[in-house]
């Protein structure tokens, strides 16, 4: 009578636990079926991995509890030493603290004695579990051929997914100023916006007014690397590597150079107070159209002088 | 059978335990001053002495070997004592050990901030104080198995393998990292270079973890948790199982600190493949430490003491959970050389060191004084407002390397970075001041305990000599019963236990290491990597004085986010001459590995005398004392000398020539300087610093512009 209704118990238990597996299986396999790889960034694809390997987990141990259960249905003696114990006994596999003094040790170390309790079951399934994890980890980066990219290989994989990417983007935007074709913007708006690129990026080095400090004075008629605007953009964009002219084309796009160098070009003139003394060659501002045979800005950056 | 008696040393007990508190208290003091440093650069206070990069270290020395240190003597010879049923080995000893500790800790207090570091973390002492520190810890050693051959009790309980593992390991690790070629008495050079130098570094940082701050706290945790909760201790094979499997796995795991570095992939890989074998063993004692408290809870909710054991553990096994996490490389990618470790660390040293110093320190100091604990009331506010603590400086921190390690990663979708790095310093100022309060409410719990356990020593006696009684071992004993089990056997032979001990340990230091330093292919020499010039050796020497290393790496992974921002990802080949290597573990400032030719020498002097004119917004301290202080160039042939003999390629009597050759390079800088209207002497040693991050990570563009 009294087993009868321990056993229907565990057959709600099986029911359940089959019915949360089949739940989770038949909601992975819709996610799966959603997925455009091609779309999904690789952080979402890691953190989708990990939120998959934890429901494989899950899975397993649903299917340990399920067997587990199975097993007791047939065993009525398991059932019964189960009744003593307390859920949370059960949970972590824990003998009943009524038990405890059988599985004393008969010594005692300053009056401490221990118990000869077994390791627990999840103990050693998680031990394992790492183990296991451990040498597939090995295989996977080092003894299969295309499974796990090693960190060269990973970073170079990333730069050529950068570069599709960044390519597709600018096609979709148009926005492709270089220094072939960058024109000397007059717009207040455009110019505005270059005063405050200057103000936040280069002021440092050559003064709130572009009188010149660390660099050299931009307000001058003297030009170190050429003053078109195109030869401006290029400083800005390669910047002078030796002299301490940072490149800024990893952290500027096209428009804000161009916007930047109309700016520069825009104070030239303005005469602020105790300016750095000229350097360079100077520069007939007249001459914006016929450009100069000024010396050309090497573009030796290691990134570029790789490519 | 005959009973002995005999008496326990207290007072040994009592001396480490006050050594414990001050310590405590200055090296939290000096870590809630660093912590200020980070977002208030005037609390580098104007001088050079206490400036960040010299006092940080100051704060993890003081805390790992001063305050850990101390409540790990403090806790063993309480506990060997009774564990053994005898009285320490020889009280003079125990006094060289206590005394010569106490003189390392005040040596390096006044050294870090004279400047005197390797630079190698939690290794930073110079040598003659590594060499000091040898001696004590073999007379602490010696001290402890002598206690331990002449005991009374036939076996050697769980807590006695953690403190011999202890012992035998730390010598092993401090020997094989402090192996360095001095060239004066407060200057020395690592005898590794580059990536092997990382590897050992890494071996010993990771493992100074392990059997420092690790094992011996679990050792303590199997004698007091037990006894304060008067509760049999779980499971004896649980004890067995995750003792010999931690020692044995956790040497392999250092290797995780060098992820997407420069270090063999192999290497990394094993790395990672034993760090999250680790979970289980580290949770091990947790486990054992938990049901121990099973049966007791209500126990828990009275006594302050079982309060701080439990939180202690928890946070062991949150910090054991969490540094596996960490060594997975996607993981990794985004936390290393955030304030994510940080907070990661700190929920060790403030959760488990702390706290299981903290109920040590209420549970044993009543006990020796023959008194009740000044005040339970204080000790549960300590608990509550050291809990706090802990809240409110880790929350931030993952909070804050979280949102740092994101933004160095993000691009525009025009593909440009979309931070600089300064924009991500200023992004987390706010939580850098949340971790100081949070780092204030800990030290305030731990003067309020300072407080209460003076009370309550003043209030008692202290039983220096405590009698006891105990029947001596029967020579002719044959086990019995449980007695025969295999492991037992072991349990009664300190000896064999120490060499097994020591054989499993080395293991995976060996399989690590000797590869990389025998197989040539591991390291790839490059012919452009020439050695430093002599003033740039000099200026990196005064890079390592100024403990620059502490907030810069020089270790570009090769991540898309790192070239566009840094250059070229670093290769094993350019750090062969760096003795010792400067790879860095926190980024608090931006990497410095191709810092050479970025900036002009005028922007460097700007900068250095005044970081903020040229970085609006940094955090750096200023360094204004490198323009008035002249370079000490007296030993430059010595350093030449002792660089060659390391392996440096320069040429046979060069050491002649190379004070000429420093003078001269030094003024071409100075020249160069004045050109740009900025006065100052060729001599001073800012020249140096200047001249040694102008040369840095150029020696492979040049090969790559050469090549086009």
């Known amino acids: ?307 | 059978m005959q009973t002995e008696k005999f008496q326990y040393d207290n007072r040994i007990v009592r001396n480490f335990a006050i050594a414990t508190m001050v310590f405590g208290i200055v090296g939290m003091l000096v870590g809630l001053l660093v912590a200020i440093q980070l977002y208030e650069p005037a609390a580098n206070l104007g001088n050079q002495y206490t400036s960040f990069g010299r006092i940080r270290p100051l704060h993890t020395n003081a805390i790992i070997f001063a305050f850990v240190g101390n409540a790990i003597f403090m806790g063993v010879y309480y506990s060997l004592q009774r564990l053994c049923k005898s009285r320490m080995y020889s009280d003079v000893l125990s006094n060289i050990h206590f005394w010569g500790w106490q003189l390392i800790i005040v040596a390096a207090a006044i050294t870090l901030p004279l400047g005197l570091t390797t630079s190698k973390e939690y290794a930073e002492l110079e040598w003659p104080i590594d060499i000091a520190i040898t001696l004590i810890w073999v007379v602490f050693g010696w001290n402890m198995f002598g206690t331990i051959i002449k005991r009374r009790e036939r076996h050697m309980y769980v807590a006695i393998w953690f403190y011999i593992a202890t012992f035998v390991t730390v010598a092993v690790l401090h020997i094989v990292n402090s192996f360095e070629l001095p060239i004066s008495l407060f200057k020395s050079y690592s005898f590794y270079a580059g990536v092997q130098d990382a590897l050992v570094q890494w071996w010993y940082g990771h493992n100074a973890v392990a059997f420092f701050l690790t094992t011996p706290y679990l050792g303590m945790m199997y004698y007091y948790l037990p006894k304060a909760v008067d509760r049999p201790v779980y499971s004896y094979k649980l004890s067995i199982l995750h003792f010999w499997t931690l020692i044995f796995l956790y040497i392999w795991a250092g290797p995780h600190h060098l992820l997407y570095t420069s270090l063999p992939d192999w290497a990394q890989s094993l790395g990672v493949a034993f760090s999250i074998m680790l979970i289980a063993p580290s949770w091990g004692g947790m486990i054992n430490g938990l049901l121990t408290l099973r049966g007791a809870w209500d126990k828990v909710r009275d006594q302050p003491v079982l309060k701080f054991f439990a939180v202690g553990i928890t946070a062991y096994g949150m910090a054991t959970f969490e540094g596996p996490m960490l060594s997975l490389k996607n993981v990794n990618a985004i936390a290393h050389f955030t304030d994510w470790i940080v907070a990661h660390v700190h929920v060790g040293a403030l959760g488990w060191n702390g706290f299981m110093t903290f109920g040590i320190l209420y549970w044993l100091i009543p006990r020796i004084y023959q008194t009740k604990l000044h005040s339970t009331k204080l000790a549960n506010f300590h608990f509550w407002i050291g809990t706090l603590g802990i809240l409110f400086y880790a929350v931030p921190m993952y909070w804050s390397g979280f949102t740092q390690g994101l933004m160095w990663k993000e691009f525009t979708e025009a593909g440009q970075l979309k931070y600089e790095f300064l924009d991500t310093t200023k992004q987390i100022l706010s939580l850098h001041v949340f971790r100081s309060i949070g780092g204030t409410l800990y030290l305030t719990g731990t003067i309020v305990m300072v407080y209460n356990i003076v009370k309550t020593m003043t209030a008692g006696k202290l039983v220096a000599n405590e009698d006891a009684e105990a029947p001596a071992l029967e020579s002719n004993y044959a086990p019995t019963g449980h007695a025969s089990y295999w492991h037992k056997a072991l349990e009664r032979k300190p000896m064999t236990f120490m060499v097994l001990s020591i054989v499993v340990v080395l293991i995976g230091g060996a399989v690590e290491m000797l590869p990389t330093f025998l197989i040539k292919s591991n390291i790839q020499t490059i012919t452009s990597v020439k050695p430093y010039t002599p003033l740039e050796l000099h200026g990196r020497d005064l890079y390592i004085r100024e403990g620059c290393v502490g907030c810069h790496s020089q270790m570009i992974r090769p991540f898309r986010s790192e070239t566009e921002r840094y250059g070229e990802y670093s290769k094993a080949g350019e750090y062969v001459y760096d003795h010792p290597f400067l790879w860095g573990s926190k980024r608090t400032g931006p990497d410095l590995m191709r810092e050479g030719g970025k900036y002009p020498n005028s922007w460097h002097y700007n900068h250095m005398i005044d970081p903020r004119t040229m970085s609006p917004g940094s955090i750096m301290p200023a360094y204004p004392f490198l323009a008035e202080q002249s370079m000490n160039v007296s030993n430059i042939k010595d350093k030449i000398n002792a660089m060659r003999t390391l392996g440096v390629p320069y040429e046979k009597g060069y050491e002649e020539r190379a004070l000429q050759d420093l003078q001269a390079q030094a003024k071409t800088i100075s020249d160069n300087l004045a050109s740009e209207k900025i006065k100052i002497e060729s001599d001073r040693e800012l020249i140096a610093i200047i001249a040694y991050l102008q040369r840095l990570g150029t020696d492979i563009k040049l090969t790559n512009s050469a090549a086009n």
């Open chain 1, 1 to 307: 009578m009294f087993n009868k209704k321990l056993i229907n118990k565990m057959k709600t238990k099986v029911f359940l636990a089959s019915i949360i597996l089949l739940l989770s299986n038949r909601s992975m396999a819709a996610e799966a079926a959603t997925f455009d790889y091609g779309d999904f960034d690789t952080l979402y694809l890691k953190v989708m991995g990990v939120i998959i390997s934890i429901l494989i987990l899950i899975i397993v141990g649903l299917l340990y509890l399920t067997l587990n259960a199975l097993r007791r249905i047939n065993n009525p003696e398991l059932v019964k030493a189960d009744e003593e114990r307390t859920t949370v006994e059960k949970l972590f596999s824990l003998h009943s603290l009524k038990d405890e003094k059988k599985l004393l040790l008969d010594e005692s170390f300053d009056g401490i004695v221990e118990l000869d309790n077994p390791t627990p079951p999840w103990f050693n399934f998680m031990f394992y579990t790492t183990i296991v994890f451990a040498i597939l980890y090995g295989f996977w980066y080092h003894y299969s051929d295309n499974l796990g990219k090693l960190q060269t290989a990973e970073y170079e994989q990333q730069l050529a997914d950068a570069e599709v990417a960044k390519t597709a983007y600018l096609k979709k935007v148009g926005n492709s100023i270089d220094e072939s074709n960058v024109k000397l913007m007059t717009d207040a708006k455009d110019l505005t916006a270059g005063k405050e690129l200057f103000t936040a990026k280069c002021a440092v080095c050559h003064r709130e007014d572009g009188g010149g400090n660390v660099g050299p004075n931009l307000t001058d008629e003297y030009w170190l690397h050429g003053g078109q605007v195109s030869d401006v953009f290029k400083t800005i964009k390669y910047g002078v590597t030796g002299k301490g002219m940072i490149a800024w084309e990893k952290s500027l796009n096209g428009l804000q150079m161009a916007q930047l160098a109309s700016y520069i070009k825009s104070i030239g003139g303005t005469n602020p107070p105790s300016p750095k003394a000229p350097q360079g060659t100077e520069v007939e501002e007249k001459s914006e159209t016929a450009k100069t045979d000024s010396t050309t800005v090497a573009p030796d950056s290691l990134a570029t002088a790789l490519k």
